[in-house]
Nanobody
Framework: QVQLVESGGGLVQPGGSLRLSCAASRSIVSISRMGWYRQAPGKERELVATFGSGGTTNYADSVKGRFTISRDNTKNTVYLQMNSLQPEDTAVYFC?????????WGQGTQVTVSS
């Protein structure tokens, strides 16, 4: 079992940056597919950025080159650095992970990009 807690969301101007954090309640080295999804009102939840097998990364085409996923295993934390934010990035961002064939989600953190 694992609890995931996101932080770092907020209101930012177009072109601005935010860094999201996801703190896990246990070591993240054994949690697979860790990363970030997002969901805007009326939209399907979509993958943003995740770690795959062997620490590979997977990004949505819409964020590639602007967002960077990283991790600090000593802090049991996964990060999402978001640069050049656009209004279409506005959504609730959720931390995600898989442990013992179970999918875990954080509570979500709101990101709003508006002028």
């Amino acid at each position: 079992q694992v609890q995931l807690v996101e932080s770092g969301g907020g209101l930012v101007q177009p072109g601005g940056s935010l860094r999201l954090s996801c703190a896990a309640s246990r070591s993240i080295v054994s949690i697979s597919r860790m990363g970030w999804y997002r969901q805007a009102p009326g939209k399907e939840r979509e993958l943003v950025a995740t770690f795959g097998s062997g620490g590979t990364t997977n990004y949505a085409d819409s964020v590639k080159g602007r967002f960077t996923i990283s991790r600090d295993n000593t802090k049991n934390t996964v990060y999402l650095q978001m640069n050049s934010l656009q209004p279409e990035d506005t959504a609730v961002y959720f931390c995600h992970g898989v442990l013992d064939f179970r999918v875990y989600w954080g509570q979500g953190t709101q990101v709003t990009v508006s002028s």
